[in-house]
């Protein structure tokens, strides 16, 4: 750790008594963490039309950008931006509530970063290279001595200190953390080949044939999207892409590109600093930007042992957290009886006389009598008549589900009224219901 007391010396972050220092908490006090969380998310389809896919709820009572904002938080990275610009009303709402408890007198804060066309009255984020150049003024003002780039849009626990302190023991000028991932999905990702020292020699962005990791012919080394600069170097790459007119302004199409061969670019793998396993004893990281992805990665949560720990109290998820009574359940009697089976249910919700089996239960759900509800995600403040049907099924906020409808039986009659995703899980909207609401999401 020779790089990391060097680094913490020179910036007089050693006390004399104290010979073996925290290193990973001086350095992440240091950096500033920006959040791209402008993403539609189309593959989500009517689930993002009127939110970012960051915003979209998940796990029973989060949002998926909680995930990345606790992973700050939680590794002692405390000057968060987010950017946002995809209709971003609920993200930038659920920030201000949830994320209002960091100190701004101890310097702590999420900013909000919205695309403003800070630098061209042309145009707004046009990459993600582009949107953290948009907002170079704000990173000066801050003065850290690192800057973490990070997707808003995933679902994983992550030490970011143990990256920082991987990217000061290499002198590195960028690291990108990587994920080992089956060489058929590779060709989805940014693919890295890296030495035998976790140098990045090469980089392929979405190849059709991706390369496989040494000793492991079956596995390729993907690109998160996570990725550590030093500050200087940040800007200087920055401002030499925003004056290229053939590039992008991606960090994945033209930075890395650039920089694997004249700069320091390391690779450090997720397995050394994530934050548990799962069942298979492999890290827990998931991409929820699919109906069928978000179903699953839900469903996974009803297991007795979810791969995703989410009771962890030394790394919590923090959220916003309403003023809700408990859930309640009622009734007992034979046909009749209020129940969750393997489910998550959350504050504010009301079971009437009827089962839920493996599904996740939002805040103020209410499922009235006669009702089975199986296999399936029930967003905030939805309610469900009597006599209802559910199996498979993603019912979006403030659906009002009329009595007697039964979904995920038949796949062809659902398609004439919902969307079905490939694998047959099948979305209910307001709007797909015939609801004329025009209530803030």
Not at 106 to 116: H, I, M, N, R, S
Not at 131 to 140: K, P, T
Not at 289 to 317: C, F, H, R
Not at 341 to 363: A, E, H, M, N
Request: with cysteine.
């Amino acid at each position: 750790m020779n790089a990391e007391l060097d680094y913490l010396q020179k910036k007089n972050y050693v006390a004399a008594s104290n010979p073996a220092p925290r290193f990973v908490s001086r350095i992440t006090k240091n950096t500033y963490a920006m959040v791209l969380a402008g993403g539609r998310g189309s593959r989500l389809h009517q689930l993002t039309d009127w939110r970012a896919k960051p915003a979209v709820p998940f796990g029973g009572k989060f949002r998926i950008i909680d995930f990345v904002l606790s992973n700050c938080v939680n590794s002692g990275i405390r000057h968060i931006g987010v950017a946002t610009q995809y209709k971003s009303h609920s993200l930038i709402q659920h920030i201000q509530r949830g994320w209002s408890f960091l100190n701004g007198q101890l310097g702590e804060f999420v900013d909000l970063l919205p695309a403003q066309q800070r630098v061209s009255e042309e145009y707004w984020y046009k990459g993600t290279a582009d949107a953290v150049f948009q907002n170079l003024d704000i990173l000066r003002t801050s003065n850290p001595d690192f800057v973490l780039i990070l997707a808003g849009d995933h679902v994983y626990k992550m030490d970011y200190g143990k990256l920082l302190a991987f990217h000061v023991d290499n002198k590195a000028d960028m690291t990108v953390a990587c994920l080992e991932v089956p060489i058929a999905e590779a060709p989805a990702f940014g693919v890295m080949g890296v030495d035998e020292n976790s140098r990045v020699v090469e980089f392929a962005e979405k190849p059709a044939n991706p390369a496989s990791i040494l000793g492991k012919p079956d596995k390729s080394l993907a690109s998160m999207g996570i990725y550590v600069f030093n500050t200087k170097f940040l800007f200087e790459q920055l401002i030499r892409d925003a004056d290229d007119k053939h590039s992008s302004h991606d960090f994945g199409k033209d930075l890395i590109p650039y920089m694997i061969e004249k700069y320091h670019v390391f690779a450090q793998s997720f397995a050394q600093s994530c934050v548990g396993v799962g069942a298979d004893n492999l890290p827990y990281w998931r991409d929820v930007g699919t109906i069928d992805s978000y179903w699953e990665a839900n469903m996974e949560l009803t297991k007795v042992i979810p791969d995703l720990n989410m009771y962890d109290q030394e790394w919590p998820i923090w959220t916003h957290q309403e003023q809700l009574p408990p859930a309640k359940f009622v009734f007992d009697e034979d046909g009749r009886r209020g129940m969750a089976i393997d489910s998550l249910v959350s504050g504010g919700c009301i079971v009437s006389g009827s089962t839920v089996r493996r599904s996740l239960l939002f805040s103020d759900v209410r499922v009235n009598g006669y009702c089975n509800i199986e296999d399936s995600v029930l967003l905030p403040n939805v309610n469900v008549g009597s006599d209802v049907t559910l199996k498979r099924v993603i019912v979006d906020k403030n659906c009002e589900i009329p009595d007697g409808l039964v979904v995920g039986v038949n796949p062809e009659e659902d398609r004439k009224r919902f969307h079905v995703s490939p694998n047959g899980v099948t979305l209910i909207t307001p709007e797909m219901l015939g609801q004329m609401t025009h209530q803030f999401r």
